[in-house]
């Protein structure tokens, strides 16, 4: 957990939590939604910044919200503990 007087002194709290790899993010993913073809890019070269994309069969007829909410539950433990701090998500239907 990020110490808030790191804040009041006007410094920035590290996270010290190891990043996560796509490797990672691919085995949460497929943990949930085993037939998932799964592409992460890191976004910033930190590691915890990630454009995913993800084709399951799972996801039809559900909408993009509830495909959404599918794949934040997936990665919320790695988001909980902070991992990964923000992904930009494409679902589709193969």
Do not use: C, W
Request: hydrophobic letters at 35%.
């Amino acid at each position: 957990m990020r110490d808030i007087r790191e804040y009041a002194k006007g410094g920035r709290a590290q996270n010290t939590a190891p990043m996560i790899t796509p490797a990672e993010l691919e085995a949460l993913i497929r943990r949930s939604l085993p037939d998932a073809s799964v592409q992460a890019q890191d976004r910033t070269g930190t590691r915890d910044h990630y454009n995913i994309r993800v084709q399951s069969v799972a996801f039809s007829g559900k909408s993009l919200l509830d495909q959404h909410r599918m794949i934040y539950e997936a990665l919320s433990e790695a988001m909980k503990d902070g991992r990964l701090h923000a992904v930009e998500l494409k679902t589709e239907v193969p």
